[in-house]
């Protein structure tokens, strides 16, 4: 068999893992979440999810893929540990599904960019979300996204996805500043960071049961955890970088990016159509900033930079979304590459025409509420309880970490992450049950 890929160096993993983690979540979810949970009372809670269970837990993925060298369902197998392969291919299986609609959201994305450039989005922005985001134009776009993701990761790990996070990252950040910095100059943006940086911890109190789970879903879907796209890129690297300091690299840049995405987006919305709009569903962002930007004088360039940034966020998370099933494919029947992705990009379009006719709330819910925080909790347990002398021992790896902190990581993935993990479940699942009987998704 050939040999298996790696990145070229340690940068090169670095940039492909912050393409995955930044993305949709961190630009378009994350300002409207904060948005729809009383604003700054959420930012704590969401960034003390980040720090204190996301980058462990990105620990978790990284010292599971490294060891192995292997995807996210061989890996469990090739540690000696065959019969927690089901958690692997949970992961992967929500990894497939969320690329099924992720996909079709990247193909808004792309109707964005056209209606930029035509001004079809200026004059009435609900109309034109109903226009593009369902039906055959949406599964049009949908189309589009999926083949430019198949294109990147048939390329390869060091010639796709690793060359195109290069490139894609830094535009992402320059652009997402250039805005930020434009945005502040906008009169009535004082209201806006007000919002967005006051907390008022009643809000937070009322709404506990709501804020915490949804803080938490959104700490690991921006981190890319639970779907074993985290395992796959860490079995591309070499064993002699610092986990630990990779991941933190990872979590920071991620944080400053979501962070930069709510100093262009409140102060814009403040200083026209106002904050208060802005909360709810998938569709409000997209029509509360469409609106926003045809309020604004050169409205149709603004929201040209915004969409293109979203794009290459959407677009850099989701060739990791593929790698994930790619990689168990190509590890365990030796199939090139470029037919694998093909053809599971190819499944995954099928898939995605459901949430591209009406359906992106039911399945964004579906992974956010049960399956991540499903995933996350097994391999807590594996790493915590089952792996546990392999996974301290790789952690350590290229470090020089006490043995206090290896000891306060492993009982902290012990205990500390499966509850935290288990209280999301518990009303996450709560939460996506009563959607359904209420007939909230249909
Ligand atoms: N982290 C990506 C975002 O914030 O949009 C989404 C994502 C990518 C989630 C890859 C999970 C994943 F495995």
Do not use: C
Request: charge should be negative; proline fraction near 3%.
């Amino acid at each position: 068999m050939a040999q298996r890929e790696t990145w070229t160096s340690r940068v090169g993993f670095i940039f492909a893992a912050v393409g995955s983690a930044v993305g949709l979540g961190n630009i378009w979810s994350f300002p409207f979440q904060t948005a729809s949970n009383g604003g700054a009372a959420f930012l704590v809670v969401y960034l003390l999810a980040v720090f204190l269970i996301g980058f462990p837990t990105m620990l978790i993925e990284f010292v599971i893929g490294r060891r192995s060298k292997q995807n996210a369902i061989s890996a469990f197998g090739e540690l000696g540990y065959g019969n927690w392969t089901f958690a692997g291919a949970l992961g992967v299986a929500s990894a497939f599904i969320t690329l099924s609609f992720y996909s079709v959201v990247g193909g808004w994305v792309i109707s964005y960019i056209v209606g930029s450039l035509t001004g079809g989005y200026l004059g009435d922005p609900g109309t034109f979300f109903g226009a593009v985001s369902s039906g055959t134009v949406a599964v049009g776009a949908h189309a589009v996204f999926m083949l430019v993701t198949v294109g990147i990761v048939a390329f390869g790990v060091a010639d796709g996805i690793e060359r195109a996070t290069k490139f894609m990252i830094p535009a992402i950040i320059v652009l997402l500043v250039g805005l930020a910095a434009w945005a502040a100059t906008l009169s009535g943006a004082g209201a806006g960071y007000a919002y967005y940086l006051s907390p008022d911890f009643g809000v937070l109190a009322a709404n506990f049961g709501d804020i915490v789970p949804s803080a938490m879903g959104q700490a690991f879907f921006t981190l890319s955890l639970g779907f074993g796209v985290m395992i796959a890129y860490a079995s591309y690297m070499g064993r002699d970088d610092s986990l630990p300091a990779d991941s933190a690299i990872i979590v920071v840049i991620n944080t400053i990016v979501a962070l930069l995405a709510g100093f262009a987006v409140f102060p814009i919305l403040a200083a026209t159509s106002g904050v208060g709009n802005a909360s709810g569903g998938a569709g409000t962002a997209f029509i509360a900033l469409a609106g926003a930007f045809g309020q604004l004088p050169v409205g149709w360039l603004i929201g040209l930079v915004f969409f293109v940034v979203l794009l290459f966020a959407a677009l850099s998370s989701s060739i990791s979304l593929l790698e994930a099933p790619t990689s168990y494919v190509v590890d365990t029947y030796g199939t090139s590459r470029a037919t694998v992705a093909v053809g599971v990009g190819a499944v995954a379009f099928v898939l995605g025409i459901i949430p591209a006719y009406g359906y992106v709330g039911l399945f964004n819910d579906l992974v956010f509420d049960v399956l991540l925080p499903l995933a996350v909790l097994f391999i807590s347990l594996f790493v915590g309880w089952v792996a546990d002398a392999e996974s301290v021992d790789e952690l350590v790896q290229g470090t020089r970490l006490s043995s206090g902190a290896t000891t306060l990581w492993l009982w902290w993935v012990r205990i500390v992450v499966p509850i935290a993990v288990l209280v999301t479940l518990y009303l996450g699942v709560t939460g996506f049950y009563s959607g359904l009987v209420s007939g909230a998704y249909f």
